[in-house]
C-alpha cells in the first residue's frame, strides 16, 4: 500500500523527467497522479518534521484524501476554521466530505491558523495545501 511520502516521491520524479501525469492500474485499483509545474501561493511552507517549533515557524497541511472541504463539521457548532484560530496538535481542523461521510484533518502540531489556503466548498484532491500554522512557542 501506497503512503503520502510514497505518492510524494512519484510526483517528485514526474516533475524530473518533465512528465505530467501517471496512472497504475493493479488488481481493479486505479491510481493517478497529476503533477502541477508551478505549486499555488503558500504551497511553499517548511514541513515540521519533530523539530521544536518557533514562533515563527509555518508548518503547511496538505489534504489527505479526495472530497468537499468542510471548514466545520455540519453536525457540530463549533465556529469554522479561520486565520488566527488555535489548534492543538491532533484537534480536528477541517474535514473533507465525500459520498455523506465526514473524514478529519488533524493539526499536526499546536499552533495558530496563519492562513487559509482553501475556502468552503472547494473540492480537494490527495496532497491539496488546505491551510499553515503558526507554531507556538514551547515554554
Same mark, same amino acid.
Given at each position: 500500500m501506497m503512503n503520502h511520502a510514497d505518492i510524494s516521491r512519484i510526483a517528485e520524479q514526474l516533475r524530473a523527467c518533465g512528465m505530467q501525469a501517471i496512472e497504475l492500474h493493479s488488481a481493479g485499483t486505479r491510481l493517478r497522479i497529476v503533477t502541477r509545474q508551478h505549486a499555488p501561493q503558500g504551497a @511553499?511552507? *517548511?514541513?515540521a518534521q519533530g523539530l521544536p517549533l518557533s514562533p515563527e515557524a509555518l508548518t503547511l497541511?496538505?489534504?489527505? =484524501?479526495? =472530497? +468537499?472541504?468542510?471548514?466545520?463539521? *455540519? &453536525?457540530?457548532? @463549533? &465556529?469554522?476554521? &479561520? +486565520? =488566527?484560530?488555535?489548534?492543538?496538535? =491532533?484537534? *480536528?481542523?477541517?474535514?473533507?466530505?465525500s459520498r455523506g461521510i465526514f473524514k478529519s484533518i488533524a493539526a499536526p502540531v499546536d499552533g495558530d491558523v496563519a492562513e487559509l489556503l482553501v475556502a468552503e466548498g472547494d473540492k480537494v484532491d490527495f496532497g491539496r495545501p488546505l491551510f499553515t500554522l503558526r507554531g507556538v512557542a514551547q515554554s
Open positions: @511553499q511552507a *517548511p514541513l497541511v496538505r489534504s489527505s =484524501g479526495l =472530497g +468537499v472541504l468542510r471548514l466545520r463539521h *455540519p &453536525a457540530q457548532s @463549533q &465556529a469554522p476554521l &479561520a +486565520v =488566527g484560530m488555535r489548534l492543538d496538535k =491532533g484537534a *480536528p481542523a477541517v474535514y473533507l466530505e
